[in-house]
């Protein structure tokens, strides 16, 4: 097969329109290439932007409709409404940065991946055949659990739990296949799914939860591990949701700034961040002020305006709750 002989379905198209319909610039789906992996795995397709339009390349055959209907319902969720992840901190050394920039969207991914498998399956995009391509990506990914266990523990565990958020508990024969190659990480996996389906996902508030939950579960896990913990509650900024009544409040009655070790990326000055009180979890990020203006009345004016005017000031999204 090649990308010229390949149609969007209908519902495809539907998918397509309905983005087009909410976004201002102009999104289009590019098939690229000639390449079918034989598995289908989301790495497979990505997001380019090109002035104010977006192109969804998709680069492998495999299972196109479902590749393709898998980005676009994911911008639908940023289109919607939904919270995204930013990355303003830098720890100083450009592969640590990128390895945790890329963790970070992998678990925020994940809980997303709960509500794009349902709207897929809604759709009918999800067939026997693309399950069964599913999971030959898992095993093209990760190999069977050796002992003692190696170093991709994390990234089994990952693997395992993206799988289930797009498998469910009832397929037997898969959960089954899971337990038998990867015990010690399917059963981390497991414990993480229970935590983030325990309240569903049901609105930009609930998916927010749930991904800060997930960041803190995940290192807890790595931990237990004797692996370094990600410190995703830090590092990884999420799109705050706030009332009507939370927007008119003041800074610290939200949030608390805390002197972080790492820097703000444009400016390379030591950074603060802003945690949200009630969960800890970063929701802005303030470049320290240069010495002249670094005194206490500085932070005491941010802590005295009100959120919706910080946030005006950092160009900083919120979405209303």
């Known amino acids: 097969m090649q990308a010229k002989d390949v149609q969007l379905n209908d519902e495809v198209q539907g998918l397509l329109n309905q983005v087009n319909a909410l976004y201002p610039g102009k999104v289009e789906v590019q098939f690229i290439g000639e390449l079918q992996?034989?598995?289908?795995?989301?790495?497979?397709?990505?997001?380019?932007?090109?002035?104010?339009?977006?192109?969804?390349?998709?680069?492998?055959?495999?299972?196109?409709?479902?590749?393709?209907?898998h980005e676009l319902v994911h911008l639908l969720m940023i289109l919607s409404g939904f919270p995204q992840v930013f990355f303003s901190l830098t720890t100083g050394q450009p592969q640590l940065d990128e390895q945790l920039m890329i963790m970070g969207t992998e678990l925020y991914d994940i809980v997303s991946h709960i509500v794009v498998v349902s709207e897929q399956r809604k759709h009918g995009l999800i067939t026997d055949e693309i399950e069964g391509l599913y999971l030959n990506g898992v095993?093209?990914?990760?190999?069977?659990?050796?002992?003692?266990?190696?170093?991709?523990?994390?990234?089994?565990?990952?693997?395992?739990?993206?799988?289930?958020?797009?498998?469910?508990?009832?397929?037997d024969k898969v959960i089954a296949q899971f337990e038998r190659d990867y015990p010690i990480s399917f059963a981390a996996a497991r414990k993480l799914y229970d935590i983030i389906t325990e309240k569903p996902v049901d609105s930009p508030f609930t998916l927010r939860r749930n991904v800060v939950?997930?960041?803190?579960?995940?290192?807890?896990?790595?931990?237990a591990w004797r692996l370094p913990a990600l410190h995703n509650t830090e590092f990884t900024t999420l799109t705050s949701v706030l009332s009507k009544r939370q927007l008119s409040l003041n800074v610290k009655q939200i949030f608390e700034l805390y002197h972080s070790d790492m820097h703000e990326k444009t400016t390379q000055r030591r950074g603060y961040v802003g945690f949200n009180r009630s969960d800890q979890q970063n929701a802005f990020v303030l470049p320290s002020p240069a010495p002249k203006d670094d005194t206490p009345d500085y932070y005491t004016k941010i802590y005295d305006m009100t959120v919706e005017d910080l946030f005006k000031q950092l160009k900083m999204p919120y979405i209303l709750r």
């Open 37 to 69: 992996a034989g598995f289908v795995r989301h790495d497979q397709a990505q997001q380019i932007q090109v002035g104010k339009d977006i192109n969804i390349q998709v680069a492998d055959l495999t299972a196109p409709n479902y590749t393709a209907s």
């Open 139 to 171: 095993t093209a990914t990760i190999k069977p659990e050796p002992t003692p266990v190696d170093d991709e523990m994390t990234l089994r565990t990952l693997t395992l739990l993206d799988a289930l958020a797009f498998f469910g508990l009832d397929n």
């Open 213 to 223: 939950k997930l960041f803190k579960a995940f290192d807890a896990q790595l931990e």
